[in-house]
């Protein structure tokens, strides 16, 4: 049933780089991850992005652009100290990545620090996430994502919860360890599959009571444990619109913040066109239906969908090109294109 796997994008990090640079970097970022001394070392001369209770710091350029300021070790050291805090507290900085040129990025969230005065030694504002996704541009999103997850995962595992023990983390933040247990800790991502089904003509779309009006996107739903992806994929198809899945294809994958971290596997579906009836689990659901070209043509156009006076968006819209679901309409739209 699964089609062979298709990667219908080059990721640009894959295309513009020789491969030697590529895999030096990866074995670099490897090395400062494991290393305690090495880590140490990267964080001197590395970059760190602020957060105050996990809102990320950005700051406006004169255009109007906003961006993720990257601050260097010993700046921030100079806030702590300007602000009567230890500057040791920087080395709680958890490593996310590291740029072409090879220095570390760290995210540090000062959450315990009054949040007005890191603002203003700073020049920017802390800015919730879900807000920080729409304002920042390309690879930043994903990055200031990244460095959230790390830091909401480190604040809510710092014990064993077999022993009830406080767990220690290495350097890098990439594990937690129970001196008692022994056992080790890491971050954690909840496996999600989200498909846009097609019955070869129209893609069905849905959306749940919380999203905001209007908007309608890809099915989704977490995999159980010991499922495979086609698994989940059919089973949340069926409890979610009563329809039975006969193809599959890979699309694409995404870490997704929000509300926690989960590892999204977007692929398309097929059903047959003779079995097309949907019936709704409202549980999940409040709305699921089959779309038009013409409909889903018309709602990728909409940047930002019209209000009414209560600020409610008016029209089918579908979510924002940072989220995998878009990329997987922008697909089906595409294909259907081609064919007609
Ligand atoms: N990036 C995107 O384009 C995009 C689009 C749609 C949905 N999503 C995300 O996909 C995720 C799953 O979608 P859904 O809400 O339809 O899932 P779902 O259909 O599985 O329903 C959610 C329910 O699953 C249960 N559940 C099982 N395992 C869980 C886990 N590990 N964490 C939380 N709940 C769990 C809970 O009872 C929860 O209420 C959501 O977090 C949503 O934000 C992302
Ligand atoms: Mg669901």
């Known amino acids: 049933?699964?089609?062979?796997?298709?990667?219908?994008?080059?990721?640009?990090?894959?295309?513009?780089?020789?491969?030697?640079?590529?895999?030096?970097?990866?074995?670099?970022?490897?090395?400062?991850?494991?290393?305690?001394?090495?880590?140490?070392?990267?964080l001197q001369s590395g970059n760190i992005f602020l957060y105050h209770k996990l809102a990320p710091l950005l700051r406006r350029t004169d255009s109007g652009i906003y961006q993720l300021p990257a601050l260097q070790t010993k700046d921030v050291e100079e806030i702590l100290e300007k602000l009567g805090e230890d500057k040791e507290m920087v080395k709680e900085s958890i490593l996310i990545n590291c740029t072409e040129q090879n220095e570390a990025q760290f995210s540090f969230d000062v959450g315990a620090i009054e949040q007005a005065a890191v603002e203003e030694l700073c020049r920017g504002t802390f800015v919730d996430l879900r807000k920080a996704f729409f304002l920042l541009r390309g690879s930043e999103a994903p990055l200031v994502a990244r460095g959230q997850a790390l830091l909401r995962w480190h604040q809510t595992n710092g014990f064993c919860s077999s022993t009830g023990q406080p767990t220690q983390r290495n350097q890098s933040g990439s594990q937690r360890l129970c001196h008692s247990s022994g056992i080790t800790y890491y971050p954690k991502m909840s496996p999600v599959v989200i498909v846009l089904v097609s019955d070869g003509k129209r893609c069905l779309l849905g959306r749940q009571s919380t999203f905001p009006r209007g908007m309608y996107s890809a099915l989704a739903g977490f995999c159980d444990i010991g499922e495979t992806m086609e698994?989940?994929?059919?089973?949340?198809?069926?409890?979610?619109?009563?329809?039975?899945?006969?193809?599959?294809?890979?699309?694409?994958?995404?870490?997704?913040?929000?509300?926690?971290s989960s590892f999204m596997v977007a692929c398309h579906a097929?059903?047959?066109?003779?079995?097309?009836?949907?019936?709704?689990?409202?549980?999940?659901?409040?709305?699921?239906?089959?779309?038009?070209?013409?409909?889903?043509?018309?709602?990728?156009?909409?940047?930002?969908?019209?209000?009414?006076?209560?600020?409610?968006?008016?029209?089918?819209?579908?979510?924002?090109?940072?989220?995998?679901?878009?990329?997987?309409?922008?697909?089906?739209?595409?294909?259907?294109h081609l064919k007609s």
Request: net charge negative.
């Open 231 to 260: 698994e989940a994929l059919c089973r949340e198809i069926a409890e979610e619109v009563g329809l039975e899945v006969e193809s599959i294809q890979y699309s694409g994958s995404q870490h997704w913040p929000f509300p926690q």
């Open 1 to 42: 049933m699964l089609q062979p796997l298709r990667i219908l994008f080059r990721p640009k990090w894959m295309v513009s780089r020789s491969s030697a640079s590529y895999v030096s970097r990866m074995r670099h970022l490897n090395k400062i991850k494991e290393e305690d001394e090495a880590c140490r070392a990267a």
């Open 270 to 336: 097929t059903v047959n066109p003779d079995k097309t009836h949907v019936s709704v689990d409202k549980v999940e659901l409040e709305d699921a239906r089959w779309f038009s070209l013409e409909e889903v043509q018309e709602a990728l156009t909409i940047k930002a969908p019209p209000r009414n006076n209560k600020g409610e968006p008016t029209v089918f819209w579908v979510p924002p090109n940072y989220a995998i679901a878009n990329r997987l309409i922008q697909e089906w739209a595409n294909q259907q």
